[in-house]
């Protein structure tokens, strides 16, 4: 079990600029979920996808953002067009059921720190 | 709407020592999971301890015990016999029920800076 990945562990930008970033779960981990995690504050949900269906998306995911897990492996989020206000961490975790299927433990990878200058 | 409140900005706790980190929730679900994540500096969220509303018993993991009082919705951490390396950023979390239209994803509260005094 390597845990949840993720690639690049930092990353600066410029405004404007599109940038993209990968998650790869824990391998028997069906649900992928990306959080946002600004300084100071708890992380907010993003979306989440099980296996490569994306399930649902947050209202904080604007046109700009988009993600996919294209065979239900890895997933990419991207977002166009960077802007200040995107500067924060992006973290990825992956879950797998609990017994009596109530939500699911997840497991966080190390995050991606944004920095849109 | 789940919220997730935790108003103990920072703690401090002697080595050794137990400590309680506060967490109450609000949600209108009947079942719904509690989390526990710690995140020390470098950033990852390491997941400590989870309990399930209809766990009758409380949920313990090795040092970490969930005080969970369903009736007062909170869900405080206790940490017995302090370490150094428990110095961290607590997160308490509420992931909805399953077979919901939001299945899986968490809530969090802002977060308890814990310090482990040597």
């Known amino acids: 079990d390597t845990g949840v990945s993720q690639d690049p562990r930092h990353k600066i930008t410029k405004r404007g600029q599109n940038v993209t970033f990968r998650c790869d779960p824990i391998?028997?981990?069906?649900?992928l979920y990306w959080y946002r995690q600004t300084l100071g504050q708890g992380p907010e949900f993003l979306t989440y996808?099980?296996?490569?269906?994306?399930?649902?998306k947050s209202r904080l995911l604007s046109d700009r953002f988009s993600a996919e897990r294209p065979k239900g492996s890895f997933s990419t989020l991207e977002i166009q067009r960077t802007e200040q206000g995107d500067s924060a961490m992006y973290l990825c975790?992956?879950?797998?059921?609990?017994?009596?299927?109530?939500?699911?433990?997840?497991?966080f990878g190390p995050g991606t720190r944004l920095t849109v200058l | 709407a789940q919220k997730i409140t935790q108003t103990q900005p920072g703690m401090f706790v002697q080595e050794k020592e137990a400590v309680t980190l506060d967490c109450t929730y609000d949600t209108s679900d009947p079942s719904y999971g509690l989390f526990w994540y710690k995140q020390p500096s470098s950033g990852e969220m390491i997941f400590l301890i989870y309990q399930g509303s209809y766990d009758q018993q409380n949920a313990t993991e090795g040092r970490y015990s969930l005080n969970f009082q369903k009736a007062r919705k909170s869900a405080n951490l206790v940490i017995s016999a302090s370490q150094l390396g428990d110095s961290a950023m607590y997160f308490c979390?509420?992931?909805?029920?399953?077979?919901?239209?939001?299945?899986?994803?968490?809530?969090f509260g802002q977060g308890t800076i814990l310090t482990v005094h040597p």
């Open positions: 975790a992956s879950g797998i059921p609990l017994a009596g299927g109530i939500t699911d433990t997840q497991y």
């Open positions: 979390a509420m992931g909805p029920y399953a077979g919901g239209t939001s299945y899986g994803k968490l809530t």
């Open positions: 391998s028997e981990h069906n649900r």
């Open positions: 996808f099980q296996n490569e269906a994306q399930l649902e």
